[in-house]
Nanobody, 124 residues
Framework: QFQLVESGGGLVQAGGSLRLSCEAS????????MGWFRQAPGKEREFVAT????????YYATSVKGRFTISRDNSKNTVYLQMNSLKPEDTAVYYC?????????????????WGQGTQVTVSS
């Protein structure tokens, strides 16, 4: 079983920064592209960012491009999401997800395994 555990969420003022982490265990991390998604109250889960198995080809949603950075450390089985210049509309539960042998995919249905999520709240 592939376990994904997110951490790093919290409450931050608009303009501030947070770094989310997602540690994986139970399977070979290098086989997976990794993604971050988010879900705000009353809204569907949406794509935020994705990165290939080797750290290449990061791809972002338009709404976060230039503010968020996805990265991974395969030696630590961990993927990160650095979030800068946060806005109130970034408030959501953030989920990491794993896509076996995938590359650059953005649909929720493309991802096989999910973490439990971490809450990010941005106050105005």
């Amino acid at each position: 079983q592939f376990q994904l555990v997110e951490s790093g969420g919290g409450l931050v003022q608009a303009g501030g920064s947070l770094r989310l982490s997602c540690e994986a265990s139970g399977r070979i991390f290098n086989y997976y592209a990794m993604g971050w998604f988010r879900q705000a109250p009353g809204k569907e889960r949406e794509f935020v960012a994705t990165i290939n198995w080797n750290g290449g080809n990061p791809y972002y949603a338009t709404s976060v491009k230039g503010r968020f950075t996805i990265s991974r450390d395969n030696s630590k089985n961990t993927v990160y999401l650095q979030m800068n210049s946060l806005k109130p509309e970034d408030t959501a539960v953030y989920y990491c997800a794993a896509d076996l042998y995938g590359s650059g995919r953005v649909r929720v249905s493309d991802y096989n395994d999910w973490g439990q999520g971490t809450q990010v709240t941005v106050s105005s």
